[in-house]
């Protein structure tokens, strides 16, 4: 075989790209609405505007099988789309086999092929941060998608023309959070140079009115002015700044205040609308906020969930695994828990491991998951307080009342599952192991 006929027998056509598939749900809808009583689309009815089987649009929608370009073309042509080149993306088996060997670190960028959508989240999403001075909060435990999401909610608005910037709290360092006025001048700095504008910081503040008014003024009088189209401001990992209470009160009541300004409708309402807000954070808000100062009781909360039995049966797919027990045996481990599913899953498609041993006890000390575990408990170790709530969790045959507080970062840190403030562990393989480890720390 020559090397040409090899590459031509490799080519497996395209799949929509997270842009295009946006794009093709949003059209959906809005013709839903206007041509099916808001109904959404059958697969029957689809295939007699579009001309294609329902087979075929099965394919093209859950993006794991690659199509011919012409498809996509008749499909987009009969929702009066143009398709665009970044509208799909090229696959052949090198590409799909390639991302699937290597393991998930990070959030999973746009063109993933394992990216897993959870209905009604993204569409819910990709609606809202279009309208004017939205505010959407994304809230799961850690390692559960929510910048994976939020990078999708900042492409959705992207596409249709506005102006999107990450500031990941991370990155401020100890001295940002000495006091309140540091971390606002911080901020404002961070979010000019993200826009690629002059620093005018100093021209907007004045001693006299304090941090929040001379933040809120430098919005509203230079930046947002300053921007063609609106801005999409994402704000990762705000969990970090709950550890500083001092500064978490006043910067949580301005961006509530902020998403008030957009509502009054006087004249500076219309700057405000101009700006969109994304919040991501993994616990819950236990600061004592007043509930007309917090941006955590308005807007649109989208609380990402665990993975379903046919979410997982959709990745094992596309992970190529054929094994017909595969999805019952990881959500009896698992659980649908969404970095332990992908790791398992990459694992077994790489034959490290077979179902058969995942099912095995002692896959939790001594397996894949072990590197995880560690560095949950290493944490655990400098919290012996929560070591010794996480026992009585795990070691209880019924959910267990715990103090908020601990209960709210176990929550965080993925361990366990609140239900009425009652907590249980969030999946078999860690009521497995903390069983076997904790009696020996404590």
């Known amino acids: 075989m020559t090397e040409n006929s090899h590459v031509q027998r490799r080519k497996r056509g395209v799949i929509l790209s997270p842009q295009g598939w946006q794009r093709l749900q949003l059209a959906e809808q809005q013709a839903a609405e206007l041509n099916n009583a808001g109904k959404a689309y059958t697969l ?10 329902p087979n075929t649009i099965t394919k093209v929608r859950r993006r794991r099988l690659a199509v011919d370009r012409q498809t996509l073309e008749f ?47 993204e569409p819910l999403a990709y609606e809202e941060i279009l309208q004017p001075g939205a505010l959407i909060r994304v809230k799961a435990p850690r390692q559960f998608g929510k910048t994976s999401l939020m990078v999708r909610i900042l492409a959705a608005a992207q596409e249709k023309g506005l102006q999107g910037i990450v500031l990941n709290m991370q990155l401020a360092d100890a001295t940002v959070f000495q006091d309140l006025n540091r971390f606002l001048r911080w901020f404002c700095a961070v979010v000019t140079r993200s826009l690629q504008l002059p620093h005018r910081v100093d021209d907007h503040w004045h001693e006299v009115y304090g941090g929040n008014y001379n933040c809120t003024d430098y919005f509203e009088n230079y930046l947002l002015p300053e921007l063609d189209e609106p801005l999409v401001l994402a704000l990762d990992e705000v969990d970090t700044i709950f550890d500083h209470p001092n500064i978490a009160t006043d910067f949580f009541g301005m961006l ?14 219309l700057i405000w609308q101009r700006l969109r807000l994304i919040v991501v954070h993994s616990t819950e808000v236990y600061l004592p906020l007043n509930l007309n100062q917090s941006p955590f009781n308005v807007g649109l909360l989208l609380e990402l969930p665990n993975f379903t039995s046919e979410q997982v049966q959709d990745l094992v797919q596309r992970y190529g695994i054929e094994a017909k027990d595969a999805t019952p045996n990881l959500m009896d481990l698992l659980d649908g828990i969404p970095h332990l599913t992908h790791l398992a899953l990459h694992h077994l498609n790489r034959r490290d491991i077979t179902l058969e ?6 896959i939790a000390v001594n397996g894949i998951f072990s590197a995880h575990l560690r ?26 009342e715990l103090h908020p507080l601990q209960a709210f970062t176990l929550q965080s840190l993925g361990l366990i599952r609140l239900t009425n403030l009652k907590a249980s562990p969030t999946c078999r393989l860690y ?12």
């Open 357 to 362: 041993q995942l099912s095995q006890p002692e």
């Open 375 to 400: 560095r949950r408990l290493s944490y655990l170790q400098h919290h012996p307080e929560l070591l010794d709530a996480l026992k009585q969790v795990m070691l209880a045959a019924d959910p267990v």
């Open 431 to 442: 009521r497995d192991y903390f069983t076997q480890v904790l009696p020996i720390l404590l």
């Open 44 to 53: 029957e009815q689809l295939g007699e505007q579009t001309g294609l089987s």
């Open 75 to 121: 499909y987009f042509n009969a929702l009066k789309l143009t398709l665009h080149p970044d509208d799909y993306i090229s696959m052949d088996t090198d590409v799909v086999t390639g991302l699937q060997m290597k393991p998930i670190r990070g959030h999973l960028p746009l063109d993933s092929p394992i990216y897993v959508e959870r209905p009604p989240i």
């Open 256 to 269: 509530r205040a902020w998403y008030e300004k957009s509502r009054y409708g006087n004249g500076s309402s």
